[in-house]
């Protein structure tokens, strides 16, 4: 069994991570996917503050394309989102 307190980690080598999303591409990919599962209707994950992209950004914008529904993994991103 490991105990949480024992462990340590050397941040030293992590480093900065910065990451560009591309919005027109995000909206394509989404049409693409609605559009092979249709007459289904696409649900968006956004858990995780959407995978690190920014939860309520991303949110805004999948809605913005018509998504119906929007998932998260947990309650609190969900009352965020409201």
Do not use: C, W
Not at 41 to 54: C, E, F, R, S, T
Request: net charge negative; charged share 15%.
């Amino acid at each position: 069994m490991i105990n949480a307190s024992t462990i340590s980690i050397n941040t030293d080598i992590l480093r900065p991570t910065q990451v560009e999303i591309d919005l027109d591409r995000l909206a394509a990919n989404y049409r693409a996917i609605q559009a092979h599962a249709a007459p289904a209707a696409v649900m968006p994950i956004l858990k995780a503050n959407a995978y690190g992209h920014g939860l309520v950004e991303v949110a805004r914008h999948m809605q913005s394309l018509g998504a119906p529904y929007l998932g998260v993994a947990f309650l609190e991103e969900g009352i965020l989102l409201r």
